[in-house]
Structure formats: C-alpha cells, structure tokens
C-alpha cells in the first residue's frame, strides 16, 4: 500500500482515529471489573535495572556498570515486528542514521558522533562487519530472529573488544537465548507498500537443561522510490526481500561444563537507484550476512573459563559493480575468578580478517584488485571489576598485535561513588583506536589509489555522570569529550584524478546525553536527549560541525499496559544536519510521531500493530545540493501489523 503525501490525509485520519479508538476501547475494558481484579503481577513487567554482559564480558547490572549503557530486550523489539536492527538503533540513545532510501537500502548510523566504521559490532560475540567498506550492514538483519541489543557508548569497550570501538559496541543476542520451555509459534504481518513478513519458531526445552530454538522467517516489500524526482528505471520503487534463520543450542555435559553453539543468517535482494535515467535492467544488490559461534564452558562457584570460536560473514554482489566477501574468523579463550573483592578477568583471542574482490565492471584501465586482501590480530586482555554496596570500580587493559600495524595497547578506568542508596557519580577515562580498513589500504581501481602508509586513527575519552536508579525509574546525565588523532578521510586528488584515504583531521567529539525511563502502575514514560558537537580540529574545516552529525537528538515516549494490551506514542527528533564540510548547506531538521501495541486475543494469539510517521512528514536522511543534487527519500506514514499464535 502507497500513498502520496497529497492523498493520506483520510488514511491518516482513519489511522489515528482508529489508534486512539483501539485506545478508548481497550481502556473502557480495563476498567471492567474482570479486569480491574487482575493483581500487579500478572501484568508485564518492564525490568529498569537489566543485566548487560557486554560493558564488563561478565553478566552485570546496568545499575553497576560505569559507561552509559542500554539494553533493548524481547519486550522492547516486539514493537519493532517487521523491521530491522537500523530501525531499532536509529530510536536509542545518541544515534543517528544516514540511509539511501527504504528498507535495506545502503546506509550508516552515527553513535555520539562516531560514526559505524567506529562502532564495533558483535553478533553473539563474533565481529560483523564489511572490511571493504569498514560498516556493517545492519540494515539487513531482522528483528525477528534477535532476543536482544545490548548498547555500550564510548571507548571503553576499546580495552575490552581492541579496534573499531572508540565510539562503542553494540552487540546482538541471537533470538532463543532464553527458552524455558518447549513452545512453537507461528507470525503473519502485512503493512504499507505490499509489505509482508511470514515466519515459525521452534523451541525445546528439558528437565536436563537442554535447549534448542530454530526460527525462519520471510521479509518482503515493494519499498519506495530510493530517489526523488527521478526519471526512466529510477522513478520506481525499490524493493527488497530477504530470507532469515536463527539457532541457539545448548547443554550441561556435567555439572560444571556446558557446550553450545548459535547462528544468524539473511539472505537478501535488494533493488536500489544508481543514476540510470533511461531504460534498462533494474540495479539489484544480493546479499548473505550473519554469523555462527560455538562454545564450551566451565563454571564452578569461583571460577569460569569460556573457549569459544566463531565465523561472520558479509558477502555483496552489486549487479552493476564489483562483488565483495568478507569473512572474520574469530577464537578467544577467557577465564573469569572471583576474588573476596571483586572479581580478575583474563583471556587471549585469535582474529583472522580476510576479504574477496571481483570486478563485474572491468574498465580499461584494468581490474579493481586488492594488494593485500587479509590479516591476523593476536590479542591478549585483563580486567579486575568491584561492584560493592559503596561503590563500583572497573580497570581494563588489552595488547593487540595487528600483522600491518604492530602492535597496539589499550587501557580503560572507571570508578563510581554512591551518594545516596539510589544515587551514583562517577567518572570513567579510556584510550581507544581504529586500524585502516582493507578498501583504505590496497584497494586499486578505477576511482582509488591504495595508501599503504596509513596509521591508526587513536582516541582519549573522558566521561562523567551522575545516576539515579530506584524501582520506580532509572534517570542518568552523562558529559562525554573524545580527542581522535589521524582520522582517516578519502580525499580527491585532482593531479591523478582519483580518490586515497589519508589521515589529515584531527576531530573532537563532546557533549552530554540525558535518559530518563519510568514506570507507574500501569503507566510507562520517559524521553532521552543528546547534544553532540563533532567538529573538526584542523585544516580548512576547523571548528566545523562534521558531516551527518546532527548536534541535536531526542525521543520522548508515554505508554500504558494491561493484562489485555500495552499501548506506546512516542516523538522523535533529529536536528539540523550539515551535509558538506564547510557547513554551507544542511539537511533540515525533523520530528516523527509514531505510535505501536500489542493487543493478547488470548493466552496463545498476541496481535501487534505500529504506525510511523503519523503526520506524514516528508523528510530525508541523505540529500545533497549543487550541480550534482539529489535527494533520498523516507518513507511517509506507514503501518505495519502483525499476528503471532503461540502454542505452549
């Protein structure tokens, strides 16, 4: 279903109408004596005060934890039926995004101004992530086949993951991490622009602890136009599609040793706009990402030791350009004691990183090809970590020998106070570091030239916050300013007519995030927002913002839930973004209204429904000016919604 912004106003009415109806009428039933017996506990609960595991590599309560971190959980990506990981991030703390069009189209995210070449991602504790480009593609994996997000802002992560993560790490939990008992489930969701999702899960469980889950699902739409005001193959829409599946097992051995191993997998088409005005073949992009991972562990009352070893995968073949395969190949070894204060941390890890280049598009001055196409870090790590009633301190530190660049040594500290039983202060300082990519050191073609001299781009953080945790609400202000040497740009050279990756800025990065997130009875609210100023230190371009760096991000949400249904709105904004160094020209700024629930037909059968963009704003991500203009464009108002029948 499609819909020009002239012609959405009755669907628009009707849309909200039908929200706020669905509202009212759900409302009037909680209020029905049947329901009004219902006790506190048999209403969903919202944890405020989760478990992390990727701040510390130890199971860790957010309250404990001293870097800002979030976790979105099962509950929260119910709301997010039929979308991806992107669609999800771009909604959190700190984030921003920069996407060439609809679902599964190109794109990139921005963390506190970093942006994703900086933000290490983790599948399951296994690298993902393009080393051509240096991204991962995030807009490709389902929400579907995920448990959970856990979010780690700033470098700390540095000391503990090594390159890639000055800005932070997101990791993402395979979907049946937790399962308790033996169900199957069946989805069906349809929405806007003849979008559908169909989908199946398995899970089991027994007495031994023994539990397996495999999912599979099916993602398609016709999309939209990627491009505005385009003619001839680029004023149609763009669709995409893709194919996923997800396993987690595991198993106790004994007592003390368990073994598992887990999986995700999309395979994806993706049609896109590439500045063709006349006739021809459709642009199409297909795609495989994902990773598999495989462990065994030993725990006893004080000491665990986890070996692990795993693969990712993030293969494109444009159509109409070069095809690319990247593969990390990834083993660590890590032992965890717990000492009569606190607990010790160490562990090594062995990373092989390697990527494939062919040329669908040969031109005359030869192939594009790399020199060098892989590469191999050995690593080793320790931490010591404190969580008292008094206070919580955490120290980590990490050497990593990189065979091209030597070796690289990293460290972090953080210490927080507790002022009051709910009241924290805290501080925390970490270095951090950033190795060049394949594509930015070797890469020959007909547009670049490699850069064999490069060096590492490296940061200092400092961080400061002050915390409020209770059972009612988590409320946090944390300051940030990050220093990076060497950043690497690709520049053009007008003397070879063609483009190198060069360290030439030196940058910035600074400003302060506020959360707050509360529960009363049945009431849900709260709202974030994050002021960043990424500006360059050096050059032409000193003391401007950087590109696609909005300074102004926020959200703010209210919600209700019952026995029967939960019901959540929310407003995000994103302020004005410049689109060219020297900041004279801008993308303009804008807010969303989007509203999502579920509604339980019955114990078994949950229906799920989200509306974006209820006022039909019509805005962009990615848009630039000049002899060259163009202008990709986001979805208006469109819903999705979802039936799930689950058998127990």
């Known amino acids: 279903m499609s819909l020009s912004r002239s012609s959405s106003r009755t669907y628009l009415r009707l849309s909200i109408l039908s929200a706020l109806g669905l509202l009212a009428v759900n409302t009037a039933m909680a209020v029905t004596p049947d329901v009004a017996t219902i006790n506190d506990s048999e209403l969903p ?292 004691y717990k000492l009569p204060i606190g607990q010790f941390q160490a562990g090594a ?28 870090i050995k690593s080793s790590f320790a931490g010591y970590q404190v969580n008292e009633d008094a206070y919580d301190f955490q120290a980590n530190v990490r050497f990593d020998d990189n065979s091209q660049f030597g070796h690289e040594t990293t460290f972090g500290l953080g210490y927080a106070v507790k002022l009051a039983p709910s009241l924290r202060l805290g501080t925390s300082f970490a270095t951090g570091y950033r190795a060049p990519t394949l594509n930015d050191l070797y890469i020959e073609s007909a547009y670049y030239v490699p850069n064999e001299d490069l060096k590492v781009e490296k940061s200092k953080n400092v961080e400061v916050f002050i915390e409020s945790n209770t059972t009612m609400q988590n409320t946090r202000l944390t300051a940030f300013n990050s220093n990076v040497d060497n950043l690497i740009d690709n520049r053009y050279d007008g003397s070879i007519d063609k483009y190198q990756a060069l360290n030439i800025d030196e940058a910035s990065l600074s400003g302060y995030s506020f959360t707050s997130d509360w529960q009363l009875s049945n009431i849900l609210f709260g709202g974030q927002y994050t002021r960043t100023n990424a500006e360059e230190d050096s050059g032409a371009n000193k003391g401007k913002q950087l590109v696609y760096r909005p300074e102004n991000t926020g959200l703010v949400y209210i919600g209700y839930q019952a026995a029967e249904f939960d019901i959540r709105t929310e ?40 509306i974006n963009n209820l006022t039909n704003v019509d805005y962009s991500t990615n848009e630039s000016f000049g002899q060259y203009a163009s202008r990709y464009n986001q979805d208006g108002t469109n819903f999705f919604t979802s039936l799930t029948y689950n058998w127990l």
């Open 45 to 336: 609960q919202v944890e405020l005060d989760e478990i992390i595991v990727t701040a510390t590599r130890t199971p860790t309560k957010t309250s404990n934890v001293i870097a800002q971190t979030r976790v979105v959980n099962k509950e929260d990506l119910k709301r997010f039926q039929g979308q991806t990981v992107l669609e999800v991030l771009r909604r959190q703390p700190g984030f921003s995004i920069k996407q060439d069009g609809g679902m599964g189209q190109s794109s990139n995210f921005y963390l506190r101004g970093y942006d994703s070449k900086r933000v290490l991602v983790l599948i399951d504790g296994v690298r993902y992530g393009s080393m051509s480009t240096g991204q991962p593609a995030l807009a490709l994996l389902p929400t579907d086949q995920i448990d959970r997000i856990e979010i780690l802002y700033g470098a700390s992560g540095s000391s503990i993951y090594g390159s890639d993560a000055m800005g932070g790490v997101i990791q993402i939990f395979t979907k049946g991490s937790d399962v308790d008992q033996t169900n199957f489930s069946v989805t069906a969701g349809v929405g806007s622009h003849d979008h559908y999702i169909y989908g199946a899960t398995a899970q089991f469980a027994n007495a031994q602890g023994a539990k397996l889950s495999l999912s599979a699902s099916r993602n398609q739409t016709k999309g939209i136009s990627a491009l505005d005001n385009r003619t001839g193959n680029d004023k149609d829409d763009d669709g995409f599609e893709s194919n996923n599946f997800a396993f987690n097992a595991s198993m106790p051995i004994t007592q003390n040793i368990s073994v598992g191993a887990t999986g995700l997998f999309s395979k994806s088409t993706t049609e896109f706009d590439n500045f063709s005005f006349g006739p021809g073949p459709n642009a199409e992009i297909d795609q495989e990402n994902g990773a598999v991972s495989a462990f065994s562990q030993y725990e006893n009352d004080k000491l665990t030791v986890r070996l692990s070893a795993g693969q990712s995968l993030d293969k494109i073949d444009n159509k109409v350009g070069d095809a690319f395969e990247t593969k990390q190949k990834q083993a660590n070894l890590i032992s965890t």
């Open 349 to 376: 890890e062995w990373l092989q990183q390697e990527v494939d280049l062919t040329d669908n598009t040969p031109s005359a001055g030869g192939k594009d090809s790399y020199k060098i196409n892989d590469r191999d």
């Open 571 to 610: 407003a995000e904004y994103v302020g004005k973004t410049y689109n060219v160094a020297d900041n004279s020209t801008f993308i303009e700024d804008y807010t969303l209204f989007n509203i999502s629930g579920n509604y339980y037909l019955s114990p078994n059968l949950t229906w799920t429904s989200r």
